[in-house]
């Protein structure tokens, strides 16, 4: 039984679904078949949605076969790159899910310093593609995230302060439209949609590939994580924020307050042991990078400082053992506009009551290229924000649910007060309501997406994201 648009059961014409397998190049998948299960399931263990169909597009013909049937039969339709969103909209309820994942294909223009990457990449892959030619594209923290949604997003990484977000980087995209058209766009030919699509996620149509500006990057970065014990974590946040406020845009830092996992990235030792501490990305010299970290390697006494030259793909990798795909997670995010002592001794107290070594509070340092950026350039906002908060937990036990996310909440409503008021929609979980994309946003870009979104998809058709409810009025003028 199918789910259409607006809720209620329905059943698919068998014939009209064996057309629709006939013409696709990928496969067809549904409930009956043996990979259905593995093919639904997604980076977040707790989502266990079940959709009617999935289409595995191999081709941009697929992908608007795909949006065509849904149309046609009016159903609820999810877009999947690299599932990896902790709300679990890539997979929907009874409806079709479109699934990228199988379009990874990325060409490297050493030339001009471009990349083209089909919407299924996974971060890993951008990195390696592009590092061949000594060059990177900012992006994430963790190599098994998707292109996809990251970009669409924003984008935070370890380059972001040398050479802003992901979507500051982005040059161009092909997609399909919620009318099943195809289109190549950029800032000249959609400056209203390549605005939207810097920052306002799913809600424009089925991005099938990204043009990105690549930049020189290593391959030797200089690069690691300075690590104190938890009884440390007031002078250390406190000495943390003055040194932050000093870096230059070649540094790049995340603070973080957690148990240390027991995977094997992390040293034996500091299996289960609990710890503040930062990680840092320095692209740039690397004797001038030395001299900048000196200061941080000199505090106190750390645990860990496994700060040393090391290639960019490495570091780009170092936390991934940390979040392993299947667990149960669930996060809030806030933007923070400083590091006072009062939000410190907030932080500490709530990331002192930490229990699964799958959490962390992490601090993203903004600023530099991100804040360069005018606030009505991109629909990412909030660009005079320090740092983007996480507050995240995984746990492996279904039993934990309640406690793991009654922690998050209880950390999220203590460190609300300290907010900006914004926060970045790809941390945010399955409850987070339409109020909170709004919150997220602010009202004034959120109308702005809202009009972009009454041109592009006017019957809300990308409805499975962070929401943008298409504006009543009938918009025909975009915004530039
Ligand atoms: P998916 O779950 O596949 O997609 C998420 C949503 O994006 C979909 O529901 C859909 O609305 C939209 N979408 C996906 N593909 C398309 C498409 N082709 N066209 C249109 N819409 C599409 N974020 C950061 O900024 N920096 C980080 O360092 C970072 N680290 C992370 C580490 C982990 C372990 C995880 C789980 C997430 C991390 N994130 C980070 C958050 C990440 O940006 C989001 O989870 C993002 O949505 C992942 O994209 P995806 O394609 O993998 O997700």
Redesign the pocket.
């Known amino acids: 039984m199918a789910v259409s648009q607006n809720g209620a059961a329905r059943s698919l014409p068998e014939k009209a679904i064996s057309e629709f397998d006939a013409v696709l190049s990928g496969d067809l998948i549904r409930p009956e078949n043996a990979d259905y299960d593995q093919v639904r399931s997604?980076?977040?263990g707790m989502i266990d949605r079940r959709p009617a169909l999935i289409a595995r597009c191999k081709l941009v013909a697929d992908v608007i076969e795909a949006v065509g049937f849904a149309k046609r039969h009016s159903l609820v339709v999810?877009?999947?790159?690299?599932?990896?969103?902790?709300?679990?909209?890539?997979?929907c309820d009874g409806g079709l899910m479109?699934d990228?994942?199988q379009m990874t294909t990325i060409r490297v223009d050493a030339q001009d310093a471009t990349a083209r990457a089909d919407?299924?990449a996974?971060?890993g892959d951008l990195d390696r593609a592009t590092q061949t030619f000594g060059l990177a594209v900012p992006?994430?923290?963790?190599s098994?995230?998707?292109?996809?949604?990251?970009?669409?997003?924003?984008?935070?990484?370890?380059l972001m302060r040398k050479y802003g977000?992901?979507c500051d980087n982005l040059i161009g995209v092909d997609?399909v439209t919620a009318d099943g058209e195809f289109i190549r766009t950029d800032d000249e030919t959609h400056p209203d949609l390549m605005w939207g699509l810097r920052g306002g996620?799913?809600?424009?149509?089925?991005?099938?590939s990204f043009r990105y500006q690549a930049h020189p990057v290593g391959p030797t970065v200089l690069a690691g994580f300075v690590l104190h014990p938890i009884g440390q974590a007031n002078e250390f946040l406190r000495f943390y924020q003055e040194y932050a406020a000093q870096a230059p845009d070649e540094l790049t830092t995340?603070a973080v307050i957690r148990i240390m996992p027991p995977v094997p990235t992390v040293p034996s030792e500091l299996h289960g042991v609990q710890v503040v501490g930062t990680g840092v990305c320095y692209v740039g010299d690397l004797d001038e990078g030395h001299r900048v970290l000196q200061p941080l390697r000199n505090f106190g006494k750390p645990i860990l400082d496994s700060i040393r030259t090391t290639q960019f793909v490495d570091h780009q990798a170092a936390?991934?053992a940390g979040?392993p795909a299947g667990l149960h997670?669930y996060e809030k995010s806030e933007n923070l506009p400083a590091l006072s002592p009062e939000l410190i001794e907030t932080l500490v107290e709530h990331g002192e009551r930490v229990t699964s070594p799958y959490a962390f509070v992490g601090l993203?340092q903004l600023g530099g290229a991100v804040s360069r950026v005018a606030e009505r350039d991109t629909s990412y906002t909030n660009r005079d924000a320090a740092y983007?908060l996480i507050i995240s937990s995984g746990w492996k036990d279904p039993s934990e649910t309640d406690d793991q996310t009654k922690w998050v909440r209880a950390f999220w409503n203590a460190a609300k007060p300290f907010s900006t008021g914004g926060a970045?929609i790809?941390?945010m979980s399955h409850d987070d309501g339409q109020d909170r994309v709004v919150e997220s946003y602010g009202q004034h870009t959120y109308r702005r997406l809202a009009d972009l979104k009454s041109i592009y998809d006017p019957t809300n058709l990308?409805r499975?994201?962070?929401n943008i409810k298409p504006s009543p009025r009938t918009a025909t003028t975009p915004h530039t």
């Open positions: 997604v980076w977040n999810s877009v999947r790159g690299g599932g990896h969103g902790v709300s679990g909209n890539a997979v479109i990228l994942s919407a299924g996974l971060l992006a994430g923290t963790v098994e995230t998707g292109i996809a949604g990251l970009t669409l997003g924003g984008g935070l990484g370890w977000l992901t997609m996620g799913g809600n424009f149509g089925v991005v099938t995340i936390l991934d979040v997670y993203f983007s970045y790809n941390f990308f499975l994201n962070q």
